[in-house]
């Protein structure tokens, strides 16, 4: 069965400093990776996907990942954050069909 | 532009008491999904739902729960019997149609209380 796991259960920024979300999942022959953002009182908003292609994939509000088959990883990063990055972020695998197997995630706080 | 949506928001309920949850995926999607997440952990994987039939189901599923497409844009998830533990936010999610297979997209939850 697959796994994730996200290194960082809370990660505090200053605005507009870089960031970097890490995540790691188990090893399969095939994976999909998602990265999810939780804001506050709502629900999971897809940020980006990587299913197959360039190991970069760039998502939305700015922020890109990168597919890392040798370490097993998908780190997210956003070269500079805003208040309105505060946010819990799940990272996800796919598992057999459909499944979505998500980490225990990472809540983002931004410091002004 | 389309979105999961769920109802009640927030739903209070006596232990042993039944539940229903509901969910409009977005309209052409094929697959439709129920997530958990309780308090504090994960959000874990309950059942996906294809064709009018499940395609999966984790061990969470077990006899108490079950899922129905009564009418073509509805996806519910009823509780029989519910327990304490079975506190938590559900989250919807659909995916398929134009959008890609692999794309999840995700209502806002119901919070779910058993007292």
């Known amino acids: 069965a697959q796994s994730v796991t996200q290194l960082d259960s809370q990660v505090p920024v200053f605005e507009e400093a870089p960031v970097e979300l890490r995540c790691n999942y188990s090893?399969?022959?095939?994976?999909?990776l998602f990265w999810y953002v939780q804001y506050p009182n709502q629900g999971l908003q897809l940020l980006l996907k990587?299913?197959?292609?360039?190991?970069l994939v760039k998502g939305i509000n700015g922020f890109e990942a990168e597919f890392n088959k040798s370490q097993t990883s998908f780190h997210l990063r956003k070269p500079s954050v805003h208040i309105s990055d505060t946010a819990e972020y799940f990272c996800a695998v796919r598992q057999g069909a459909q499944k979505l197997v998500f980490g225990q995630g990472t809540r983002l706080t931004i410091n002004p | 532009e389309p979105e999961v949506t769920q109802t009640p928001s927030h739903q209070v309920t006596q232990m042993g008491q039944e539940v229903i949850l509901r969910c409009v995926p977005i309209s052409n999607h094929l697959y439709f999904y129920w997530y958990r997440q309780i308090l504090g952990q994960k959000v874990e994987f309950l059942v996906s739902f294809y064709n009018n039939e499940i395609s999966e189901k984790s061990e969470i599923f077990d006899d108490q729960f079950s899922v129905e497409r009564p009418d073509g844009s509805n996806f519910t998830l009823k509780i029989r019997s519910t327990k304490l533990e079975d506190s938590a936010m559900y989250f919807c999610a659909s995916s398929g149609g134009d959008r890609g297979l692999y794309e999840q997209y995700f209502g806002p939850g119901t919070r779910l209380t058993v007292t």
């Open positions: 990587y299913l197959s292609g360039s190991t």
């Open positions: 090893s399969s022959v095939s994976v999909y």
